[in-house]
């Protein structure tokens, strides 16, 4: 990871235009190649980024940032207060809570429970950026990504957002579509996985528990 701290201007063209003018801030560049612009503010979400895979170039005052979709993203630096990089290997990614892992589990088991005709094809999908809780195979053969928490929020939808854009640069599964999977889903995150294309479900987790596994049993 390299992380500078500076004075810099902030120029995104893509969908649409984006201009911040020059001031105090964070930017990340990550391993993987994604770039963020922070502020000492807004809890975790950047002002601007750009997700991998990117092609980045550095002229010493400005980085240029470019993706397969057209969209630039110029960071023009001026005074530089910090400046480091640091390699930190493999994390070994978010572990679930109990109730949250027995979620997916059961839902796994049951995946008509999230739509009918559903079925699964795979418990932890990898892509690049971390597994996707689910992937099925809908009644019209189409391919469905199925994220699932407890609780159902922003990050939640965003990080489904981004498996989403991996999973349909695979021509074996795409078209793929999101469905965000939770036992309660929070207005904001409605709002933006509508926005986004991506469906929500509401699950009752004690129902869920009570219906039988398909799977035999020795007991």
Known sequence: MRIVIAQCTVDYEGRLNAHLPLATRLVMVKADGCVAVH????????????????????????WVVTNPKGETLTITFGEIFFETAMELGDDPGLQKDG?????QRLLADHPEEIEEGLELIRREYPTPIGPVDLLCRADDDGTV??????????DGVEQLTRYLDF?????????????FVAQVVKPQARVLAEDRGITWVEI?????????SPHLRLF
């Open 204 to 212: 009752d987790y004690d129902r869920l528990r009570g219906i039988d």
């Open 167 to 179: 999973l349909n640069r695979d021509d074996r599964l795409a078209p793929v579509r999101g469905i």
């Open 99 to 103: 109730v949250e892992a027995d979620l």
């Open 39 to 62: 502020a000492d503010g807004g809890a975790y979400k950047p002002l601007n980024w750009m997700n991998a895979p990117n092609h980045l170039i550095d002229d010493g005052q400005r």
């Open 145 to 154: 990504a199925i994220e699932v928490k407890r609780r159902g929020e922003i």
